[in-house]
């Protein structure tokens, strides 16, 4: 390795909190620092959003039917309710694209 190279090598693990001769040798005992909630976590909070709009979608048509909403807050609440399915169905089509893909792999 040239001197020049070795000195950029060496600064940006020391950024890192690496040691330079962990990148040559292999071995990283490296972490990720995570400050923010975990991918289940979020995954949670979606879903359960998601059925809260539903739920309040519905709550909202119901409220029509009995004439205590107007049109407007019916249609607006329904458009809610179909993007935010949309929006889960797509992700759930990117988890078990990405679960196929994950199967695929050969050990």
């Given at each position: 390795?040239?001197?020049?190279?070795?000195?950029?090598?060496?600064?940006?693990?020391?950024?890192?909190?690496?040691?330079?001769?962990?990148g040559?040798?292999?071995?990283?005992?490296?972490?990720?620092?995570?400050?923010?909630?975990s991918?289940?976590?979020?995954?949670?909070?979606?879903?359960?959003?998601?059925?809260?709009?539903?739920?309040?979608?519905?709550?909202?048509?119901?409220a029509?039917?009995?004439?205590?909403?107007?049109v407007?807050?019916?249609?607006?609440?329904?458009?809610?309710?179909?993007?935010?399915?949309?929006?889960?169905?797509?992700?759930?089509?990117?988890?078990?694209?990405?679960?196929?893909?994950?199967?695929?792999?050969?050990?």
């Amino acid at each position: 390795m040239i001197p020049l190279a070795t000195g950029i090598v060496s600064s940006v693990a020391a950024d890192l909190g690496v040691s330079a001769l962990q990148g040559i040798t292999g071995k990283s005992t490296l972490t990720p620092k995570v400050d923010g909630p975990s991918f289940s976590e979020v995954l949670g909070q979606l879903t359960t959003d998601a059925v809260d709009t539903l739920k309040s979608s519905e709550a909202t048509s119901i409220a029509a039917v009995q004439g205590k909403a107007s049109v407007q807050q019916v249609v607006d609440q329904v458009m809610t309710a179909e993007r935010t399915l949309q929006t889960a169905i797509a992700v759930r089509d990117k988890a078990v694209g990405a679960y196929q893909e994950i199967s695929r792999m050969t050990i």
